[in-house]
């Protein structure tokens, strides 16, 4: 997936400029940002929502906006934070219309596609769910069901929107663990920069429009990247367990080192 020197405005005001970002097949890259940086917006572009006003977004050698529609959506399920309109469908159909871009005319379900289906409302532990209207789920339940259905639409490419918002801690550390072990090619916008950094393979930064840093987590999210970007005061200490770099967050003026200790890497 590669975007390529991509601009777009909306109501006349640049949102995203010159954006130049590839994410490698099979890689999870998280796309982190402030509010309003652009982060939904890029991931639009991929998934035909929002038109580039210059560049181009790419998936392999193909142009998504010279590319069918249908095409599109046979290569990029997108799990998002908008609220269906099938407030009154049952949960398993609502999955199942992540399969509908896979039949003819209006085909009707294959025993192939239950079986996605189940398999994906399995994976996401949302089977007791299957009979009930969508509309009457709680917000992490419905977030789950979104999950599913990007699931079982069994494309290579996979689009996460926030998709950890609503979510209890147990299940935003399985959805990750998840989106990084599918093998998959996936690109997620996230708020949690602890949980970006632990489960994806590359990290880019949006800040006003702009890609700021892209690379690797303890790279793109170095403090100094953060602190910039974000506003706030940052620490990295050392996870007790695992080694890893966790970072802490403060308000600007509150954040400095306390005697003693080494600013950029305490242990804890
Ligand atoms: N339909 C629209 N018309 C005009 N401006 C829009 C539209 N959608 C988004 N914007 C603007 O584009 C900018 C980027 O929005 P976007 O939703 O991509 O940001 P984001 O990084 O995903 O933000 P958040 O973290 O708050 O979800 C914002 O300034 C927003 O107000």
Request: glycine share 10%.
């Amino acid at each position: 997936m590669r975007f390529d020197h991509v601009g777009v405005s909306l109501a006349g005001r640049a949102v995203l400029r010159d954006v130049n970002l590839e994410v490698p097949s099979g890689r999870f890259l998280g796309l982190v940002g402030p509010n309003g940086s652009g982060k939904s917006t890029l991931l639009r572009t991929l998934y035909r929502a929002v038109a580039p006003e210059s560049g181009r977004v790419l998936l392999g050698e193909k142009d998504v906006w010279r590319t069918g529609r249908r095409e599109v959506a046979r290569t990029v399920a997108v799990m998002t934070q908008e609220t269906s309109t099938e407030f009154d469908m049952t949960v398993l159909d609502v999955v199942l219309l992540s399969r509908v871009p896979f039949q003819r005319g209006f085909g009707r379900d294959t025993d192939a596609d239950l079986d996605l289906a189940w398999t994906a409302l399995d994976t996401v532990g949302a089977t007791d769910l299957a009979d009930r209207p969508i509309g009457r789920l709680s917000g992490g339940q419905r977030q789950r069901v979104m999950l599913a259905r990007a699931l079982a639409a069994d494309t290579p490419v996979l689009v996460l929107d926030e998709p950890t918002n609503h979510l209890d801690i147990a299940f935003q550390l399985e959805l990750m663990r998840l989106a990084a072990g599918l093998g998959r090619t996936v690109i997620a916008a996230l708020h949690d920069l602890n949980l970006a950094a632990t489960h994806c393979d590359e990290i880019a930064v949006l800040d006003a429009g702009r890609l700021v840093a892209a690379g690797p987590p303890a790279e793109a999210l170095a403090p100094r990247v953060v602190e910039e970007v974000f506003h706030v005061g940052v620490t990295r200490l050392t996870h007790p367990g695992t080694g890893g770099p966790v970072l802490v967050f403060d308000h600007p003026h509150r954040t400095g080192p306390r005697p003693g200790t080494n600013r950029d890497e305490i242990h804890a």
